[in-house]
């Protein structure tokens, strides 16, 4: 039996709750591609701030097909995100395309956290930064 979230009783705006309602904990087409267009990387050369192409999810799916990666925790466009801010954030840590595919394989069948932990982050993520999320946007 998995454990309840402790965010289950806290007030969630209207359009949260039927986002979440419609989703569960999980990026849709649309809030994965709002969370894309918001990612940065430095450029290294220039010291300035840049997007990043966002993957589509048939390139995510096909870079896992390549190099032979099976998820079995893949639930809707999480692992897209997992491979888009492996790609905005750890471009140095990531050499290759292959260690790529392994990333996005260790973030979604991690065997000790729940399959809503990728979009959870997220939201974590623009909470600490002040952020707000667009909820009417993604619905």
């Known amino acids: 039996m998995s454990k309840l979230p402790l965010d289950i009783y806290d007030d969630m705006p209207p359009a949260m709750r039927r986002y979440i309602s419609n989703n569960g904990w999980h990026f849709n087409k649309k809030a994965y591609e709002y969370a894309a267009k918001l990612m940065k990387k430095r450029n290294t050369v220039t010291g300035k701030l840049e997007t990043v192409e966002a993957f589509t999810k048939d390139q995510v799916d096909e870079l896992l097909t390549k190099n032979e990666v099976k998820l079995d925790k893949a639930v809707m466009y999480d692992y897209v995100y997992a491979a888009q801010i492996a790609r905005a954030d750890l471009y140095k840590s ?42 009417e946007e993604i619905l």
């Open 94 to 135: 990531i050499p290759d395309e292959q260690h790529l595919a392994l990333y996005v394989k260790d973030v979604i069948d991690d065997v000790d956290t729940s399959s809503e932990t990728t979009f959870r982050c997220w939201t974590a993520k623009m909470v600490g930064n002040g952020d707000p999320i667009d909820w």
